[in-house]
């Protein structure tokens, strides 16, 4: 292959080329925008065992615990945005006690590469309010005052508030640095 010759324009023009091209690399530049990077986090709640559950007798009712709509939710770590992770689940499991306060949280599962993810998540499950699970015998004339995170519930029977946990799937997911939203886990 044989070099081909160049003429540089002795009339001044070059200069000017150049400084064109320098003003044409500098806009385009210009136009480059660091967009804020967000994640967005969703939960799943994990049906427990049979053998995780407590015993019934055919003549209790059960009325099931509910967390409080203020339970904030975890956050994507910010460190972790510019990395462009793909999905990262946590399943934890939150104990909470009879009167629906969270007492303990435990990973089950977690990106061992990324510990920032349990910790999102432990980070807000410790302040996580529940109406707690309460176990109830019908008995004719009896009614249970119970009270919890400051309101009082009544019910029809004997009634007991009981302990209990709940697992629940946690997916942090951004792309391109915007938050995703995800209504489950993502597929494995």
Known sequence: MRAKAVSIPSDGSLPMLFALLLVACATQQALKVNLPRSGDV?????????????ATASNEQWVAPVPFNENEAPVYPPELLAANLLPMT???RVVVDEHGVVTDSTALEAPTDYPQFFAAVQAVVGAWKYWPLVKVVPAAGVSTDIMFNGYLSRYEGTATALP????YDVTFTQKDGKGVVTTAAPAQ
């Open 164 to 167: 209990f946990h709940q697992d």
């Open 90 to 92: 946590v399943r934890v």
């Open 42 to 54: 969703a939960m799943t709640t994990v049906k427990a065992a049979d053998e995780q559950s407590y």
